[in-house]
């Protein structure tokens, strides 16, 4: 099993800066992907950002060029680099990690980290 703890979400005005972490409970090799997901009173769950196997990353139109994800070497964290932020970025932010079973994929989900952008 694949425990995974969220840090660094908080309080921010608009236009600054947050970093969230996400590391898993122990080094796990078969990770094979990972992203950040968000999610609003009344909305659905929405990816933000991802990280492939291979490095190669996506974001959401509304943070790209705005946020970075990224990892460590070992794949067991994963972090989000989030600048000039917006109200609208207000959210729980929750990071997915997909790991590789033979041919099986499984999703790990940490339990999630407030963040709010407030003047």
């Known amino acids: 099993q694949v425990q995974l703890v969220e840090s660094g979400g908080g309080l921010v005005q608009p236009g600054g800066s947050l970093r969230l972490s996400c590391a898993a409970s122990?080094?796990?090799?078969?990770?094979?992907?990972m992203a950040w997901y968000r999610q609003v009173p009344g909305m659905e769950r929405e990816p933000v950002a991802r990280?492939?196997?291979?490095?190669?990353?996506t974001y959401s139109d509304s943070v790209k060029d705005r946020f970075r994800i990224s990892r460590n070497k070992a794949r067991d964290q994963v972090y989000l680099q989030m600048n000039s932020l917006k109200a609208e970025d207000t959210a729980v932010y929750f990071c997915k990690m997909t790991a590789r079973y033979g041919v099986e994929f499984k999703d790990y989900w940490g339990e999630g980290t407030q963040v709010t952008v407030s003047s």
């Open positions: 990280i492939s196997i291979d490095g190669t990353t």
């Open positions: 122990r080094n796990t090799f078969s990770i094979s992907a």
